[in-house]
Every structure is written in C-alpha cells, then in structure tokens.
C-alpha cells in the first residue's frame, strides 16, 4: 500500500531530514515509527500525503508515485489518508459534532449521510454525548478523540498520527492507542509517530527505527530502544 524507495528528503537549510530510506507497508498493518526528535519521523508521514516532496527517491501511496501527481490529483490522494496531530487542530468556534461534520463537508458530501455517519463516529470514539460541546470544555483526551473521529470520518485506508498521545497522560494515552488498535483491526492501515517507550514495547506491533534520517531497524514484534 505505501512503499519509499531511496527516499531522501532534504530541506532548504541544507538538513537531511531522511537519508535513502526504503521500507514498505502492507495493507491493515500497524506500525510505529520511533526515534529522537529530529530522526526524521514527521517527515516520514508527511511525505505520505504529501505535505512534502522527496528530494530523492519515490514515495508510492497505492500504487501511485506522490510526486507525480498532477494538482488536481493531490485532494484525491488526502481522501485517502487521515491525519492526526499532536496539537488536535480543532475548530474552536465549533461543537465537537460540527468538527467531524466539516470533514465530510468539505468532500460535499450529502447532508443526510452527514447526518447518518457523524453520530455513528462520535458513539465508536466514546463521544456520542459530548457532540455539542466546544473543544475548550474538553479534556486533552477528549480532543485528540475528537482529531481522530475527523481523521476517520470518510472511512480512509490509511490513518497517520504524529505523536497523537505526546500530550496526554499515561492512562489516557493508552486509551487512545485501544482506540487506534480498533481502527486497525477493523481493515485501516495504521503509521504512528511516537516518542512513547511504554505503549511500543506494551504492543510489541511492527518498529521501524530511524535516527539521523536513516532507517536503523524494522521489525516485526519490536520495541522502542535507544539505537547505537
């Protein structure tokens, strides 16, 4: 499903953020990427929905290289990918139901199934009875739940999270990363960035391990460890 091949991604500044980095992804698999900060793990996902271009080397997402993509053909391939944030990126001035319905807006999607499928989300992420709260009267997990029933909303194949337990804690963290768990066994690819030892090594799912833009390990069952 999502495949690099010698992929390097350098900045302006001269940064090498990956270095000749080649791995690939199957379908309904759940990875975590893991390394320091500046190992090049947000890169990594941002390529994917190409929110950055490889410098070298192609980044393919279903079969299609990224950076061949003609304009018009970029909302198409974000249709297919759901992006969670650290930071939530919520709509402050609107309830909890109208930020999960503006993903499906945007898309122009009908008002009925809008109508349909929104509650049916709230309910899987635990938030069906705080759909007409403001994201400011909601907890850090709540919010991050809210980011990750709009990630899901339109029912994309591949979900990416960039450190979507960093600022949560231990107890909420791990009710989070059920929830992903149940995404993913319910078919969703899921790639997530994360700085968490305790919740890598508690699940023991796929590791590739980057550090200096490299990728220094992947493994099947790994844990999170301080590369040499």
Known sequence: ?????NVTKIYPTGVYALRDCTAGIEKGEFVFLVGPSGAGKSTFLRLIFREELATRGQVLVGGRSVSRLRPREVPLLRRQIGVVFQ?????EDRTVYENVAFAMQVLE????????????VLQMVGLAARAN??????SGGEQQRV???RAIINTPPILVADEPTGNLDPDTAWDILQLLLEINKGGTTVI???HNREIVDRLQR???ALGQGRILRDEAKGVYRREA
């Not at 499903?1 to 091949?5: L, T």
């Not at 930071?87 to 709509?91: E, G, I, K, S, Y």
């Not at 709260?133 to 909601?138: K, S």
Request: hydrophobic share 45%.
């Open 192 to 194: 997530i960035a994360t």
């Open 206 to 208: 796929r590791v590739i």
């Open 147 to 149: 980011a990750i029933a």
């Open 1 to 5: 499903m999502i495949q690099f091949y």
């Open 87 to 91: 930071d939530f990126r919520l709509l």
């Open 133 to 138: 709260i403001y994201p400011q009267h909601l």
């Open 109 to 120: 999607r009908p008002s009925k199934e809008i109508r349909q499928r929104v509650p049916r």
